[in-house]
């Protein structure tokens, strides 16, 4: 069974500077989806970022990006110039491509501070 | 565009009361739905994918005659909580996918659920 670990339940960065969040996970597939989502105080999630398992470029979305290192598993979000809207809850979620229903699974989640 | 809404947003019950929770894209149409369960700061849990016109697919360990799910049209999928007791008091999230792209789905604000 895949498995998504988030092995920092907090985080915190000081407004404009930069922050890394980890993501690892655990698949026998070839083929499949990472993603991000973001989860403020209003609990609408919102996708951040996606990346797709057959490309080897990083996603990238404006101060988002990502860090993906397909052989070690990893699935790493940098959070560039951080502002206060950033402050959330981040979960990093798989998605099995082809011939399932696009289900996700998600980590536990990495609670994101950030300081004036 | 994609967005999904969740009506209602907060809702009290009485324990072995029935409810039901909708689930609407409201800008484009849904073949596939999905209804996630999030305990308090925990991370998002698949409860069961709808398609439309067709019975829902439950995730292991999810009641289907508890959790009655229905996905009536392509923009509306509900989810009725039935007999509803305590330990069902949650956060219940929808999902809904394009046509043809289960793997970027828009997520609907969640429904707090309290059972008394």
């Known amino acids: 069974a895949q498995t998504v670990t988030q092995s920092q339940p907090e985080m915190s960065v000081q407004e404009a500077e930069t922050v890394t969040l980890s993501c690892t996970y655990d698949?026998?597939?070839?083929?499949?989806?990472l993603f991000w989502y973001k989860q403020p105080p209003s609990r609408q999630m919102i996708l951040v970022i996606r990346?797709?398992?057959?490309?080897?470029q990083n996603a990238t979305e404006n101060r988002f990006s990502v860090n993906f290192q397909k052989a070690a598993k990893s699935f790493s979000l940098k959070i560039s110039d951080s502002q206060l809207g950033d402050a959330a809850m981040y979960f990093c979620?798989?998605?099995?491509?082809?011939?399932?229903?696009?289900?996700?699974?998600f980590g536990k989640g990495t609670k994101l501070s950030v300081k004036p | 565009g994609a967005v999904v809404s969740q009506h209602p947003s907060w809702v009290i019950c009485k324990s072995g009361t029935s409810v039901k929770i909708e689930c609407r894209s409201l800008?484009?149409?849904?073949?596939?739905m999905f209804w996630y369960r999030q305990f308090p700061k925990q991370s998002l849990m698949l409860m069961a994918t709808?398609?439309?016109?067709?019975?829902?697919?439950?995730e292991q360990g999810v009641e289907k005659d508890k959790f009655l799910i229905n996905h009536a049209s392509l923009t509306l999928s509900t989810l009725t909580v039935t007999s509803a007791h305590p330990e069902d008091s949650s956060f219940y999230i929808c999902?809904?996918?394009?046509?043809?792209?289960?793997?970027?789905?828009?997520f609907g604000p969640g429904t707090r659920l309290t059972v008394t």
């Open positions: 999902s809904a996918s394009r046509t043809g792209d289960f793997y970027e789905q828009y």
């Open positions: 698949t026998s597939e070839s083929d499949y989806y």
């Open positions: 990346q797709e398992a057959y490309k080897q």
């Open positions: 979620a798989y998605g099995a491509y082809g011939g399932s229903q696009g289900n996700l699974i």
């Open positions: 800008d484009f149409q849904a073949t596939t």
């Open positions: 709808s398609n439309e016109g067709s019975k829902a697919t439950y």
